[in-house]
């Protein structure tokens, strides 16, 4: 069973920094890909940003220069900094890994339980 494990959510004021971590834990064969994805409401889910197993990173336009995604691979963790944080950022942000349990099985998304940013003065 594959956890993803969110914290680091909160109220801010406009032009603040939050720093978001996820935990992936569980039976895991390989990590391919681990990111971020938002929710405002009334919204679809968007893209954040991503950060592949070779290093590669894809960011939203509108959080390009304010937010940075990290790793430290060891503890299957990923981090999200984001400064200068605008009232538009508000959303629930969730935890993506693109990831095979087991040798032989099919790689898939799983998705982490939400963590909510609220940014306003």
């Known amino acids: 069973q594959v956890q993803l494990v969110e914290s680091g959510g909160g109220l801010v004021q406009p032009g603040g920094s939050l720093r978001l971590s996820c935990a992936a834990s569980?039976?895991?064969?390989?990590?391919?890909?681990m990111g971020w994805y938002r929710q405002a409401p009334g919204k679809q889910r968007e893209l954040v940003a991503t950060?592949?197993?070779?290093?590669?990173?894809n960011y939203a336009d509108s959080v390009k220069g304010r937010f940075t995604i990290s790793r430290d691979s060891a503890k299957k963790t990923v981090y999200l900094q984001m400064n200068s944080l605008k009232p538009e950022d508000t959303a629930v942000y969730y935890c993506?890994?693109?990831?095979?349990?087991?040798?032989?099985?099919?790689?898939?998304?799983?998705w982490g339980q939400g963590t909510q940013v609220t940014v306003s003065s």
């Open positions: 569980g039976r895991i064969f390989s990590i391919y890909s």
């Open positions: 950060l592949t197993s070779g290093g590669s990173t």
């Open positions: 993506n890994a693109d990831l095979q349990v087991r040798v032989l099985s099919t790689r898939r998304d799983y």
